[in-house]
């Protein structure tokens, strides 16, 4: 009886903590907001597909993302598709002012690419201690497939 209360008070704190924690949500970009692009950035192929009314790319070719203003620089990229499935995201554009901004592009673009890719698709988590730099990535590749809708 004597471990019974202690084990019962533990478990009770360990429900309570796991309920006060909030669920996983990007990170906004603190009042950075996308900028619309002074000059038309036309895909590099055409669209071969044509839409089927649920938001799926079905084009094939590489479709240019707008370019996307953040606090540490521009991020564009392009995205490859063949038959509505990204083949690859090649990144045009990234913050690289200093060593700092090339160290977190270096590791967080690729781990981002590779998301992408089997995600098939722009919903994908931010890299941690790359927030800008994700949402940069995610909302030029969300451009990107839009592209690709029309």
């Not at 669920?23 to 002074?38: A, D, M």
Request: no cysteine; charged share 10%.
């Amino acid at each position: 009886m004597r471990s019974a209360v202690p084990a019962t008070t533990a478990i009770s704190a360990l429900v309570v903590a796991l309920l006060a924690l909030k669920p996983h949500q990007l990170p906004s970009l603190g009042g950075v907001t996308p900028r619309s692009p002074t000059t038309s950035h036309p895909s590099a192929g055409t669209s071969a597909g044509t839409s089927t009314g649920t938001g799926a790319p079905t084009g094939t070719g590489t479709f240019t993302g707008d370019p996307i203003d953040t606090q540490y620089g521009t991020v564009q990229v392009t995205a490859t598709l063949t038959k509505g499935r990204i083949t690859s995201v090649t990144v045009l554009r990234a913050p690289d002012q200093n060593g700092r901004d090339q160290q977190i592009s270096s590791y967080a673009l690729p781990r981002l690419t590779q998301e992408a890719i089997a995600a098939q698709s722009a919903h994908i988590d931010a890299v941690s201690g790359a927030s800008y730099t994700s949402q940069g990535y995610i909302q030029s590749l969300q451009s990107a497939l839009d592209q690709a809708h029309a």
